[in-house]
Every structure is written in C-alpha cells, then in structure tokens.
C-alpha cells in the first residue's frame, strides 16, 4: 500500500511540475511538490534542486504593499513535511538541507491586536522580523517560528515557539523556545546550556 502511495506522489509531483514550473521564481531539478494544500503567488517562490514537499503544505508570498518585496527561497536538499505552513510577506529562507517535520508553521508576519475594539481578523498584518533557517537544521513535530533566524546544525523540539534567534549549533525546546543545548567545540560534544553558561 505505502509503495502504491510513493508511486502516485511521485506522478503527481512530476505532472505538478510540468505544468506549474515556469510559474515559479525558479523551481530546480529533481525538486518534487506533493498535493500541495496551496500555492500564493509562486512568482516570489524560489526552489532549489533535490527539494521534496511532502502533502498538503502551502507555500504563500504576499507583499504587503505593492511596492515591498518578497521572498520565498527554500534551498538545495531541503525536505518539508506534510500540513506545513510557510507564509511570507517580507522575506523566509530555508538554506540548504533544512528538515522539517510535520505541521510546521513558519512565518515573518502577525496579526495586529492592540485595537480593542475591533475584532482582530479585521486588524492589519503587520511586517515582523526576516527568517532564516540556516543550513542542516531540523524542526521538530508542530512548531511555529515566528520572525526569527535559527543558525546551522540547530534542533528545534516539536511543539516549540520560537520567538528570539538562535545560534548556530543549538537545541531548543518550549513555548517560547528556550536553548537547553549547545555544541561545544573543546570537547567536541552537545552540553547541557547551563554547563556551558
């Protein structure tokens, strides 16, 4: 069964990028786009080769003015799992070889709330921070990161938020994430935070 169901995503993907390639800023080789749940604006979209999006992820770019920019740039060698959510209005790169698992949510934009009086689906998105995932990183099970860049090498723990950059070379757990390790380079090994602090 699970071979039938590689075998169909595999045409699917082939049959999406016959027909949907040359809508994107660039879309490389070997890159497969499975089912996905949504694609905004592809012509901000930047996809390098070996890149796999796995089902029902939407990938969505929209400026908020005419006049900003956007981007959306997912590296070389990257994986993306399924009922991920990727939405940028500013700026969201991936480097090479970031893994993500399933329902990650990754975003440089948040609704305003400080009106009281109105509703907040009626209160304007509003520019957060750039994000950068920096190369070989990881993002575990269901977490958001939110207007922030997260360095090479770093674990990201499932049902995280992270809310403040993280060095390269990190583990970081929680809402709002916390660094609960780190590489050390004299010894040679991952160390609790705490020890290295």
Not at 51 to 65: G, H
Not at 146 to 172: E, F, K, Q
Not at 183 to 193: F, I, L
Request: glycine share 8%; charged share 20%.
């Amino acid at each position: 069964m699970i071979f039938h169901i590689r075998i169909l995503n595999y045409f699917y993907a082939k049959l999406f990028e016959i027909i949907y390639k040359n809508k994107f800023k660039n879309f490389g080789r070997r890159t497969r786009l499975v089912f996905p749940i949504a694609i905004e604006s592809p012509g901000n979209i930047s996809l390098g080769d070996d890149i796999y999006i796995a089902a029902q992820t939407c990938l969505a770019t929209r400026p908020l003015s005419p006049y900003s920019p956007c981007t959306l740039r997912i590296g070389d060698g990257c994986k993306i799992g399924r009922f991920n959510h990727i939405y940028a209005t500013g700026s969201i790169i991936l480097h090479q070889n970031v893994l993500t698992a399933n329902g990650v949510y990754i975003s440089d934009n948040y609704h305003d709330y400080r009106d009281i009086q109105s509703p907040i689906v009626n209160q304007p998105v509003l520019q957060g921070g750039h994000v950068e995932i920096g190369e070989g990183t990881w993002i575990g099970h269901n977490a958001c990161v939110l207007g922030v860049r997260i360095g090479r090498n770093c674990v990201i723990g499932a049902n995280s938020v992270v809310t403040h950059d993280i060095p390269d070379y990190c583990v970081a757990v929680g809402a709002p994430a916390k660094i609960i390790k780190r590489y050390d380079p004299d010894s040679n090994t991952w160390r609790r935070a705490d020890v290295l602090s």
